[in-house]
Structure formats: structure tokens, C-alpha cells
């Protein structure tokens, strides 16, 4: 009986440890170092920015903020319901509405249209 299940593969992990240590980057600390240097402001920041701040500035001053001719809404938008009101199924005959099997059906069931 085997002691430790994994004597098999510990010839394989250290290979495959020697192969990482071989291709890993080399430790350099001076690359730390570098990285904590303060950064200076870039030119969009220092220039850029103001720049089309004082041209959005600039052209909402110039464009006029009032529109030149009101129009009332109500006489813009076209008129919707304007035709005279008629009954809702004038137009329908009163046997449209029946169906062969309607003489089944009690006389206060049936549905009786105007």
C-alpha cells in the first residue's frame, strides 16, 4: 500500500516548477521606483479644457435664448376629432349580429343591439 497518493506526480510539479523559474522576468526593484514619480498635468488638461469650456461659454452667449415667433400648441397640432358624432353601429344591420346557433339560447342571453 502506498503512503503518499501523490509520489507519482511530484516528479512532473517539479518540472513543470523549473520551466516557470526558467521563463519568469528576473525581480527589479528600481522599476518600483519609477513608478511613483509624480506625472505632470497633460496639455488637454492644462489647455484643452479651459479652451472648450470658453467656447461652450461663448456660443450660448451669442445663440439667442428666446425663440423669435410663439406659436400656441393648439394651433400648431392638426385637429383630430373634428367630423360630426354618430351612433357606433349605425351602419350595421341588426341580423349581422346573429348566428345560426343563437335560436339555442334563451331570450335573456341573446344580445340585442339598437
Do not use: C, Y
Not at 523549473?18 to 505632470?40: C, F, G
Not at 400656441?72 to 348566428?99: G, I, K, M, N, Y
Amino acid at each position: 500500500m502506498k503512503t503518499d497518493p501523490d509520489h507519482d506526480l511530484r516528479p512532473f510539479f517539479q518540472a513543470q516548477r523549473r520551466a516557470d523559474h526558467s521563463e519568469a522576468p528576473l525581480w527589479n526593484p528600481r522599476l518600483l521606483e519609477s513608478a511613483h514619480k509624480p506625472k505632470q498635468a497633460s496639455w488637454i488638461l492644462r489647455v484643452g479644457l479651459p479652451a472648450t469650456a470658453a467656447a461652450v461659454l461663448a456660443v450660448s452667449l451669442w445663440m439667442p435664448s428666446t425663440p423669435t415667433s410663439q406659436t400656441h400648441l393648439s394651433e400648431a397640432l392638426p385637429v383630430l376629432l373634428d367630423a360630426p358624432s354618430e351612433p357606433l353601429f349605425a351602419s350595421l344591420e341588426p341580423s349581422a349580429f346573429t348566428s345560426p346557433s343563437d335560436f339555442l339560447l334563451p331570450a335573456h342571453l341573446s344580445i340585442q343591439l339598437p
